[in-house]
T-cell receptor
């Protein structure tokens, strides 16, 4: 079945540091890939997505590129802020009308001033 | 911007009691989902629902769980006899019909209902 593997956390960075959170996936078809963010005490928010190979999703300075050859979708940001502190979930969904989203375990990011 | 809403935000119940969690999906969406997240763990798929029937369910979604779309707007998750291990955050999600929109199956999540079973 489908699965998502992402790097263990927590990740602690100083403000303005470069962020990479690794994510790899296993899927039977050609899934769409997502990064969701969960701020403390809140629900899930879609951060960015990519629907086909070589697509780059980007939002709020975050970006991730759909790499089919390495089955990866690593999240990057050039300069993190304290407000980026949250849990980040890599996820996938097979194409089709009602396919479930499969989530990774989440990576907690803490940014310190 | 349209959004998925969920009520209540927090539900406290006694073990063995029935609870109903409510969701109002985005109005033109046709696919509906429930997920749960036990504290500190990953988000897990429970069930998907389309055309008034369950499309897929996980092994978590046993006979204690049921879903219903009682009217044109609400989508509910019922737990018949709650157990301590049902304590979790429950997320509702919805997505629009894929065909004709370039295969857009993006799911929009609600803010969640935190269920605490005592």
């Amino acid at each position: 079945g489908d699965s998502v593997t992402q790097m263990e956390g927590p990740v602690t960075l100083s403000e303005e540091a470069f962020l990479t959170i690794n994510c790899t996936y296993t899927a039977t078809g050609y899934p769409s890939l997502f990064w969701y963010v969960q701020y403390p005490g809140e629900g899930l928010q879609l951060l960015l997505k990519a629907t086909k190979a070589d697509d780059k999703g980007s939002n709020k300075g975050f970006e991730a590129t759909y790499r089919k050859e390495t089955t990866s979708f690593h999240l990057e940001k050039g300069s993190v802020q304290v407000s980026d502190s949250a849990v980040y979930f890599c996820a996938l969904s097979e194409t089709g009308g009602y396919q479930k989203v499969t989530f990774g375990t989440g990576t907690k990011l803490q940014v310190i001033p | 911007e349209p959004e998925v809403t969920q009520t209540p935000s927090h539900q406290v119940t006694q073990m063995g009691q029935e609870v109903i969690l409510r969701c109002v999906p985005i109005s033109n969406h046709l696919y509906f989902y429930w997920y749960r997240q036990i504290l500190g763990q990953k988000v897990e798929f429970l069930v998907s629902f389309y055309n008034n029937e369950i499309s897929e369910k996980s092994e978590i979604f046993d006979d204690q769980f049921s879903v219903e779309r009682p009217d044109g707007s609400n989508f509910t998750l019922k737990i018949r006899s709650t157990k301590l291990e049902d304590s979790a955050m429950y997320f509702c999600a919805s997505s629009e019909l894929g065909s004709g929109t370039g295969g857009n199956n993006e799911q929009f999540f609600g803010p969640g209902t935190r269920l605490t079973v005592l």
